[in-house]
């Protein structure tokens, strides 16, 4: 389980021991001096302090941001640490006046040691190691590990960490019957796992103790376990197969495949390519920072809402195109197009503003998606067995046409991860329903590995303020006097 200090170690701010502020044992960092703190830095470490007991504030001299009230001249000093100002410090020297931030373009919500991004570079870290590195040589259970525990298992954690997954990933028999089986014949699987996920809540009473971290984990080892069994349940019942029981001796990624596409063998059986490539897949798709669903899993879990309710929460924004709907609105996009002659006017009429280029631009990622360069070598790995998608010419040459036009690179918008997994997906048997549902999967060790950060944050409740602009005071007018 992850420990007090995991969130304090990793960062800048929070070095313990002989390397805080003031006190570097003559091991004082080259470039970093240490200055005198000024009231307003005081009060930033006092913040600090509250929020985080026993960290401590590096302070870097000249970093500081001066504010002038220049209604009353008064001047406060406000440090940067970390990259970030303290909203709060900025309230303290201009009581009256909130920060707008809609959508957080410029607002860092939370501290957070899970994972490093960085938009302009193109660079993706898990705990520190680059994404490059983990699907390379990784898996996708050892770095669902690695993003809750902080460090890479040992051979003998691995080994009980994967048995604990594995047993795990049987359903009550009623999540399956009851709900599951109670959804339309046509129900979309997405809305499906949603619902069947917050369905578990109701199942084990347990996850109510979450602040007991052997409680904690074992919520986080069912939901990690039990959502492609669900994820796979809920296929099933659409396309009116009967349920697969998870089978113990396959690996995760293998066993989900089997749920999904057994019929009648002893043991279902696939090409080996398909099964590391839908583990790549995972291990890309695990977590990325602050994104939507994260924001809805770490704002639901700041309520202190049971892991299950706030896991329904994550999948719900997850379901939306433009976030993990997004690989589903790509293919829907390239049949839209249909053949190659259509990709200019196609381009033509989203540089008039007439929809979007699915799969294309990120809100962080300002020069390339590092996930889209792998998943398109793991393309060619997974076409090599299942033969070439059909839409494939039509994503290369949009993408071409689209990257040397000056509308997309003015906006710096690039593939994105979703641009070709679908594909993948799509060539590998997956219904597009699907494809969103396939995100969830992975992403469950990226949402919990928050959940359990801002628990030993022992973070406030998401509260975030608004500008009113309706109204003034105005007296209720009765029925028959309005016209
Ligand atoms: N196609 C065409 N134009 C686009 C696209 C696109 N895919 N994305 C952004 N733009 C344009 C906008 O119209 C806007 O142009 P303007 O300045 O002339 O008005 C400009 O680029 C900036 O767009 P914003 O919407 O402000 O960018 P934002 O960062 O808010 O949006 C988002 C990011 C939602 C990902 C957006 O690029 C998008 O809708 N992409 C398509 C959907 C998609 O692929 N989503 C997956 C994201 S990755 C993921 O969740 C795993």
């Given at each position: 389980?992850?420990?007090?200090?995991?969130?304090?170690?990793?960062?800048?701010?929070?070095?313990?021991?002989?390397?805080?502020?003031?006190?570097?044992?003559?091991?004082?960092?080259?470039?970093?001096?240490?200055?005198?703190?000024?009231?307003?830095?005081?009060?930033?470490?006092?913040?600090?302090?509250?929020?985080?007991?026993?960290?401590?504030?590096?302070?870097?001299?000249?970093?500081?941001?001066?504010?002038?009230?220049?209604?009353?001249?008064?001047?406060?000093?406000?440090?940067?640490?970390?990259?970030?100002?303290?909203?709060?410090?900025?309230?303290?020297?201009?009581?009256?006046?909130?920060?707008?931030?809609?959508?957080?373009?410029?607002?860092?919500?939370?501290?957070?040691?899970?994972?490093?991004?960085?938009?302009?570079?193109?660079?993706?870290?898990?705990?520190?190691?680059?994404?490059?590195?983990?699907?390379?040589?990784?898996?996708?259970?050892?770095?669902?590990?690695?993003?809750?525990?902080?460090?890479?298992?040992?051979?003998?954690?691995?080994?009980?960490?994967?048995?604990?997954?594995?047993?795990?990933?049987?359903?009550?028999?009623?999540?399956?019957?009851?709900?599951?089986?109670?959804?339309?014949?046509?129900?979309?699987?997405?809305?499906?796992?949603?619902?069947?996920?917050?369905?578990?809540?109701?199942?084990?009473?347990?996850?109510?103790?979450?602040?007991?971290?052997?409680?904690?984990?074992?919520?986080?080892?069912?939901?990690?376990?039990?959502?492609?069994?669900?994820?796979?349940?809920?296929?099933?019942?659409?396309?009116?197969?009967?349920?697969?029981?998870?089978?113990?001796?396959?690996?995760?990624?293998?066993?989900?495949?089997?749920?999904?596409?057994?019929?009648?063998?002893?043991?279902?059986?696939?090409?080996?390519?398909?099964?590391?490539?839908?583990?790549?897949?995972?291990?890309?798709?695990?977590?990325?920072?602050?994104?939507?669903?994260?924001?809805?899993?770490?704002?639901?879990?700041?309520?202190?809402?049971?892991?299950?309710?706030?896991?329904?929460?994550?999948?719900?924004?997850?379901?939306?195109?433009?976030?993990?709907?997004?690989?589903?609105?790509?293919?829907?996009?390239?049949?839209?197009?249909?053949s190659l002659d259509n990709v200019d006017d196609y381009i033509a009429a989203v540089k008039q503003g007439k929809g979007r280029l699915q799969g294309f631009g990120h809100r962080v990622y300002k020069s390339y998606d590092p996930r889209a360069t792998i998943i398109k070598e793991i393309a060619d790995q997974v076409f090599a067995v299942t033969g070439k998608n059909p839409l494939l010419d039509i994503?290369?040459?949009?993408?071409?046409?689209?990257?040397?036009?000056?509308?997309?690179?003015?906006?710096?918008?690039?593939?994105?991860?979703?641009?070709?997994?679908?594909?993948?997906?799509?060539?590998?048997?997956?219904?597009?329903?699907?494809?969103?549902?396939?995100?969830?999967?992975?992403?469950?060790?990226?949402?919990?590995?928050?959940?359990?950060?801002?628990?030993?944050?022992?973070?406030?409740?998401?509260?975030?303020?608004?500008?009113?602009?309706?109204?003034?005071?105005?007296?209720?007018?009765?029925?028959?006097?309005?016209?």
């Open positions: 389980m992850l420990s007090s200090g995991d969130c304090r170690d990793s960062g800048r701010l929070g070095r313990r021991g002989p390397e805080t502020r003031g006190d570097y044992g003559g091991r004082q960092p080259a470039g970093l001096r240490v200055r005198q703190i000024r009231p307003a830095a005081r009060s930033y470490e006092n913040e600090v302090q509250r929020c985080n007991p026993g960290a401590s504030v590096l302070l870097v001299a000249d970093e500081t941001i001066t504010i002038i009230d220049n209604r009353t001249g008064e001047r406060s000093d406000i440090p940067i640490v970390n990259g970030g100002i303290a909203a709060s410090s900025w309230r303290k020297a201009l009581p009256d006046v909130l920060f707008t931030d809609p959508a957080f373009m410029s607002t860092a919500a939370c501290e957070s040691s899970v994972t490093y991004l960085d938009g302009d570079e193109g660079i993706l870290r898990y705990r520190g190691y680059p994404i490059e590195q983990l699907a390379e040589h990784s898996t996708y259970l050892e770095v669902a590990y690695l993003l809750l525990h902080g460090e890479l298992p040992t051979a003998e954690q691995n080994e009980v960490w994967i048995h604990d997954i594995t047993y795990h990933t049987f359903i009550h028999e009623n999540v399956r019957k009851r709900f599951l089986e109670g959804f339309h014949y046509d129900a979309h699987p997405m809305g499906m796992l949603v619902s069947a996920v917050a369905a578990l809540s109701t199942f084990y009473l347990d996850a109510k103790d979450i602040h007991d971290s052997d409680s904690r984990m074992k919520q986080i080892v069912r939901l990690i376990a039990k959502m492609p069994t669900l994820a796979a349940a809920a296929h099933r019942f659409s396309v009116g197969m009967p349920f697969v029981y998870p089978d113990n001796s396959l690996s995760f990624p293998a066993n989900f495949l089997s749920m999904m596409w057994k019929v009648a063998e002893p043991q279902f059986v696939t090409d080996p390519a398909l099964v590391r490539a839908l583990d790549v897949l995972f291990i890309l798709h695990a977590d990325h920072e602050q994104n939507c669903s994260t924001t809805a899993m770490r704002t639901v879990g700041s309520a202190h809402a049971d892991p299950y309710s706030a896991c329904a929460a994550a999948a719900a924004a997850l379901y939306g195109p433009r976030h993990g709907g997004a690989n589903e609105a790509v293919i829907r996009m390239l049949n839209e197009i249909g994503a290369l040459k949009l993408e071409e046409v689209a990257l040397s036009d000056d509308y997309f690179i003015s906006r710096r918008l690039y593939p994105n991860v979703d641009f070709y997994s679908g594909l993948i997906y799509q060539a590998m048997g997956f219904p597009i329903e699907m494809f969103p549902v396939l995100f969830a999967i992975p992403r469950t060790a990226g949402w919990m590995a928050h959940w359990a950060e801002l628990l030993e944050q022992d973070a406030k409740i998401v509260r975030p303020r608004q500008l009113y602009v309706g109204h003034d005071k105005r007296d209720y007018v009765p029925v028959d006097q309005r016209s």
